[in-house]
């Protein structure tokens, strides 16, 4: 116990002994949110003797979870399974993987990501005659999105077998929609939409299935609570109905989802949703230097739609932070990595440097200059490992072997070349169809057709068969190689000659034997597939010393000694969307964004921008995110000169009145205010949709909503 509380100040050993009821910490960057977290993990495993299968702890990635699995670990030994420390995605499956066939899926269901999606919409084009691009792609799957932002649609394909008919079914559109559904239920493939909402629908229809996930799961906490959305918190607000534990940490400064539905709501108004709501702040920060710190606090005081919190720390005294200004990208980057080489010959490693951007892109101008100073680099997100052809072909052997599926199938039975090309494949389709037999089975079936015959489709069949009879005995690594080699790939890979797609294979092996390795536990075949899924690139293991780079939604939750956090320019963050709209909403998400970058730094922080002009032509000012902090928070390097500075401000002011406004009359909850009509009066509240405060004057017996932008609203001297 000493062990679990030891490293921890009095707020944090709060959190982690405080296990019954419903509990909220809430604090800024740093403090020790997810220490505290997988602390009281290990303190309800070890001092209440609860099984690790009866905790469910919610984390934002599968990094992140791998991370709390690795630590939690080492606090409650190696031999527990703690298969329960995942993301909701990977929860929801273990949940399916019991209860779906209720639903008429087999439980090795497989998961599709939206590379398995454009295959399968690609076959659709083709099979309507129809012309595609990337654009109606992107237009179908956002169709297909808005279908499934609620569960009608489960309701009716699974329990009533209808097809959903979308409003425009007579529409191209619609049709399309329509065969999509069709065939992903063909190959029993779920995408992450259909993850959550099968989960619902279950639950909903059986609800002993519900209560058997009530029963079992004890404890349930969540971290980065603050980025869940609304069908997120549903579920663990369902799941915690019978035993009424739920702890869940966050730092509504660090919504950074708002975009893809996440509602800082939850956390913010949790104790209006349970009762008896115990709320603990931490408001140490044992991550950056006061330096860091105070420009952290600083950059985000300028949001309006927060509530303030007063971090401090101990930590000894840093360097200023360091605002540097290029006269061109070139040059901007190559200060960064000169600095870096500096650092390095004072001693620090590449490996404890950052270079976060607001989006991929940016990371092209600086890789260029790494390369040419031969400085090793790992880039995070961009091209993702796991979309790699290899690497989904390799997958699609094993899947192969799992479950034999049409989507598998069709991607490997001509990889590498056994004479069944388009011809032969609408053959094996056509009979497919007609006797309602999977792709695969088909092919067994008319492998001595004369269509067939002189193809190479015996020897696909004998490997394949070869390997399913090892599926319970081998371990998932034993399986890829042999799967590799029995059906030619590899040698296939090797006459081609690339070594890079070779090196991909070997470090996929290397990947999945790590895996078995730090679970140590019986992974099945099936189940690997279904969490290597969900993965992205970002949950890779790395132990090189290298830089690291990656998009500042990306480094959520992570640390580094040094950061650099480039492109700090205006249109890029704050991005141009948020511009265009004027919303102030948008713009806090930039703002909040900043925010999450800047307070990844322990030792040392560089913002980075440069002259030039932008795709479109716009010349690059820097953000105003650097200037709306005091001047000397930052060390300025670089020539910047006033006639620049000026009129970046005049176009910061341009392109957002409306913030101006809302600063200048910008009150926050209980604040005194004057109103030359109703007198003095407290802010009980802001309506942000309607953009009033609700004040309540000291003469009237209710709130009154005044509109924010009335001017004579004035702050009352007490
Ligand atoms: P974020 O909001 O960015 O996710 P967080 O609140 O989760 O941050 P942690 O990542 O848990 O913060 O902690 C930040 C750093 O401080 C980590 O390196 C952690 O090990 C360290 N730390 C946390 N608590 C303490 C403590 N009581 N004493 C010393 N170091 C601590
Ligand atoms: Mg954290």
């Known amino acids: 116990m000493e062990e679990l509380l030891n490293g921890l100040n009095e707020a944090q050993q709060e959190a982690v002994v405080s296990t019954e009821g419903f509990i909220r910490v809430i604090a800024g960057a740093g403090s020790g949110k997810t220490r505290a977290l997988t602390h009281r993990y290990a303190f309800i495993v070890n001092e209440l003797g609860i099984d690790p299968g009866n905790i469910l702890s919610v984390t934002f990635t599968n990094k992140a979870s791998h991370e709390m699995r690795r630590r939690v670990k080492k606090m409650v030994g190696g031999e527990q399974d703690t298969g329960f420390i995942t993301t909701y995605h990977g929860f929801c499956v273990r949940v399916l993987r019991e209860d779906i066939h209720r639903l008429f899926y087999p439980k090795n269901f497989i998961i599709l990501d939206v590379e398995d999606q454009k295959i399968l919409l690609r076959e659709i084009f083709e099979e309507m005659e129809l012309k595609m691009n990337d654009k109606t792609f992107k237009r179908i799957l956002d169709k297909i999105g808005i279908l499934k932002g609620n569960t009608h649609y489960v309701q009716q394909m699974i329990l009533r077998g209808e097809m959903p008919s979308a409003d425009d079914a007579g529409d191209m559109d619609g049709q399309i929609i329509q065969r999509y559904l069709k065939k992903q239920k063909r190959v029993y493939g779920l995408d992450f939409d259909d993850l959550l909402n099968f989960v619902f629908v279950l639950f909903d229809q059986y609800k002993e299935v519900l209560e058997k996930w009530q029963d079992r799961l004890y404890y349930i906490q969540v971290d980065e609570f603050q980025d869940s959305s609304l069908k997120q918190f549903e579920l663990v607000k369902k799941l915690s109905e019978k035993h009424g534990n739920l702890f869940v940490v966050g730092d509504p400064d660090q ?61 000894p005294e840093g360097l200023k932070v360091v605002h540097y200004h290029g006269k061109s990208e070139i040059e901007e980057a190559k200060w960064i990595v000169q600095r870096m080489q500096k650092l390095v010959e004072e001693g620090a490693e590449y490996r404890q ?18 390369i040419s100073a031969n400085i090793e680099y790992t880039i995070f997100g961009g091209f993702k490992f796991f979309d790699r052809l290899e690497i989904k072909d390799a997958l699609a052997h094993l899947r192969m072997i799992a479950m034999e599926d049409d989507l598998s199938f069709s991607r490997i039975i001509n990889v590498p070349k056994r004479q069944i090309g388009k011809k032969r494949m609408q053959f094996i389709r056509a009979k497919a169809e007609e006797e309602g037999r999977s792709l695969y089975d088909t092919l067994k079936k008319y492998a001595d057709h004369d269509r067939l015959r002189s193809t190479g489709a015996k020897s696909f069949i004998e490997a394949i068969e070869s390997l399913k009879d090892k599926k319970e005995e081998w371990t998932v690594s034993e399986l890829l190689q042999e799967a590799m080699q029995r059906t030619g790939y590899e040698a296939y890979r090797r006459e081609d000659g690339d070594q890079e797609r070779l090196d991909n294979l070997t470090e996929l092996l290397h990947s999945i034997v790590q895996y078995e390795q730090t679970l140590g536990e019986d992974i099945d075949l099936d189940e690997y597939l279904q969490m290597i899924s969900l993965y992205t690139d970002d949950d890779r293991d790395d132990q090189v010393n290298s830089v690291k780079m990656m998009t500042i939604h990306t480094a959520k939750g992570l640390e580094y000694p040094y950061v650099f956090v480039v492109g700090m320019t205006e249109s890029v963050l704050p991005n141009v969307r948020a511009l265009r709209e004027r919303k102030e909403r948008a713009l806090e998400e930039e703002r909040r964004l900043a925010y999450v970058a800047v307070t990844r730094a322990e030792k040392e922080l560089y913002l980075t921008e440069s002259e030039g002009f932008q795709n479109g032509g716009q010349r690059k000012y820097p953000s105003r995110f650097i200037f709306e902090v005091e001047e000397d928070l930052y060390e300025r390097v670089g020539e910047l000169d006033e006639a620049l500075i000026e009129e970046a401000k005049e176009y910061i002011q341009a392109t957002h009145h ?46 009154r909503p005044i509109s924010r932008n009335f001017k004579k609203l004035e702050k009352l001297k007490e």
């Open 255 to 315: 919504t950074i989802y708002e975009w893809r539905g996440a509602d800082p709501k939850y956390m913010v108004d949790f104790d209006q949703f349970f009762q008896d709501t115990q709320t603990i702040f931490l408001n140490q920060n044992y991550r950056s230097t006061p330096q860091i710190l105070s420009l952290g606090n600083a950059l985000i005081q300028n949001n309006y739609f927060r509530v303030d919190k007063d971090m401090v720390t101990a930590n």
């Open 658 to 703: 409306q913030s101006k406004q809302q600063q200048a009359t910008g009150f926050s909850k209980g604040e005194r205010v004057s109103h030359p009509v109703f007198g003095h009066g407290t802010i009980e509240g802001i309506d942000e949709k309607k953009n009033t405060y609700h004040v309540f004057f000291d003469k009237m017996k209710a709130p």
């Open 353 to 370: 440097m950052a270079v976060l951007y607001r989006a991929n892109y940016l990371s092209r101008f600086i890789e260029q200059e790494l």
